[in-house]
Antibody
Framework: EVQLVESGGGLVQPGRSLRLSCAASGFMFDDYAIHWVRQAPGKGLEWVSGINWNGGDVAYGDSVKGRFTTSRDNAKNSVYLQMNSLRPDDTAIYYC?????????????????WGQGTMVTVSS | QSVLTQPPSVSAAPGQKVTISCSGSSSNIGNYFVSWYQQLPGTAPKLLIYDNNKRPSGIPDRFSGSKSGTSATLGITGLQTGDEAHYYCATWDTSLSAGVVFGGGTKLTVL
């Protein structure tokens, strides 16, 4: 059974940092790209970042570029989202999601499995 | 403002059919596969349709997808109260910086 489990969320002050983790199981982890998607309270889905199968290609949404860094450790079946210079508008549930058929970013076709999400609240 | 445009809400009676549109451009829908997601309240999104019109195993054939040019459509027939949810379209986009783009979401109400 495919599982994605996010952790690391919480309450953080503006300007501080937080690191999210996504632990995967039930599939060949290093065959697939993994992405982060967030959802602000009462709002729609927003793509945050994606990382290819070996970590050699990473992409970011414009709203987080230069502040967030995505990495992965295939030996630990995990993906990480390092969030720096956090702002109140970064407040959201953060989901990690597995790409259905590809290990490459531009081979994206769909997200077939999602984690349950972890809440990040940026507030003083 | 989302890159992909969806109606904010649609509604229909149980047993009826509804369609949800998703409009984009040549930098996204026009050249890439579209997928659709259902999000029930308080839960993570769930894949309904991929590659424009394919259903993952376990998704009933009441759900269908289509794409024409720079627009895509999700269809749901035989509406059930359990279908009340938000629905999102998504695709890859290559304008400015490449990445996944989502529609703003459509709230389906089954009256």
């Amino acid at each position: 059974e495919v599982q994605l489990v996010e952790s690391g969320g919480g309450l953080v002050q503006p300007g501080r940092s937080l690191r999210l983790s996504c632990a995967a199981s039930g599939f060949m982890f290093d065959d697939y790209a993994i992405h982060w998607v967030r959802q602000a309270p009462g709002k729609g889905l927003e793509w945050v970042s994606g990382i290819n199968w070996n970590g050699g290609d990473v992409a970011y949404g414009d709203s987080v570029k230069g502040r967030f860094t995505t990495s992965r450790d295939n030996a630990k079946n995990s993906v990480y989202l390092q969030m720096n210079s956090l702002r109140p508008d970064d407040t959201a549930i953060y989901y990690c999601a597995k790409v259905k058929s590809s290990g490459w970013l531009e081979g994206w076709d769909a997200f077939d499995f999602w984690g349950q999400g972890t809440m990040v609240t940026v507030s003083s | 403002q989302s890159v992909l445009t969806q109606p904010p809400s649609v509604s229909a009676a149980p047993g009826q059919k509804v369609t949800i549109s998703c409009s984009g451009s040549s930098s996204n829908i026009g050249n890439y596969f579209v997928s659709w997601y259902q999000q029930l309240p308080g839960t993570a999104p769930k894949l309904l349709i991929y590659d424009n019109n394919k259903r993952p195993s376990g998704i009933p054939d009441r759900f269908s997808g289509s794409k024409s040019g720079t627009s895509a459509t999700l269809g749901i027939t035989g509406l059930q109260t359990g279908d009340e949810a938000h629905y999102y379209c998504a695709t890859w986009d290559t304008s400015l910086s490449a990445g996944v783009v989502f529609g703003g979401g459509t709230k389906l109400t089954v009256l």
